[in-house]
């Protein structure tokens, strides 16, 4: 049996990768885990997580399905895209899908911009269907400085673990990606020394992959990845 798991970004939650979560369920008989990191969710706490908490919690998560199934696999989007290849650096991971990943800080002054959007389609009477609107009117005012100052250390704690991943692995990114440039795709490819390695760019997709214009084709990519045999 195999077990995956999928870790969702910093101030996100499992609802972040829920689509892909679903599509992985729907199409396969493996054990699909979504945990939520400490302080995230739809309600966000994290006045006083540190790092190291979030990195636990996945690594707990992950040590679980290792006592349980004989095959892993482990997705992440943004922050937890690092984790995951901290995690596949320092335990055996069968394949690794690294999504719109944080290797370099996230770009804050983005969010100004994608807010500006929101203000323009709140003009245009879309707002109900802007996905940026619905994710950010969650985090307004929630989000502590101290906060980001533990994200900036798990960034610089997990990017030393890179060049240490060897497990076959799918770089995603968007190239709309504001938040975490389609750029870092290729210094994670240039990082990583797995000898299987596949990087893919979607043309409309942002930061938000999995909830992007892209996501029933990401969906199939991941997927064909995952059950395709390695060499």
Known sequence: ???????HGYTGGPYEVDPLADFLKENTDWHIEVPTLPGHGKELHLED???KKWITAAETELEKLQSK??????????????IAAYLA??????KLVLLATSGKYLNFRQIGLDIAEVIVDGVRGTLGENKLYHHYKKKVGTVPFKANIEFMKLVRFTRRYLDKVDSPVLIAHGQQDGMVPYKTGYYLDKEIHSEEKEVVFFERSRHLICLGDDKDTLNGMVYDFLVEKTT
């Not at 049996?1 to 870790?7: D, E, F, P, T, W």
Request: hydrophobic share 45%; glycine share 14%; net charge negative.
């Open 89 to 94: 650096a320092k335990y055996k991971i069968d």
């Open 69 to 82: 199934y004989e095959e892993i696999y482990v997705i992440g989007f943004s922050m937890g895209g690092m």
């Open 49 to 51: 997580v540190s790092y």
């Open 1 to 7: 049996m195999i077990g995956c798991l999928v870790i």
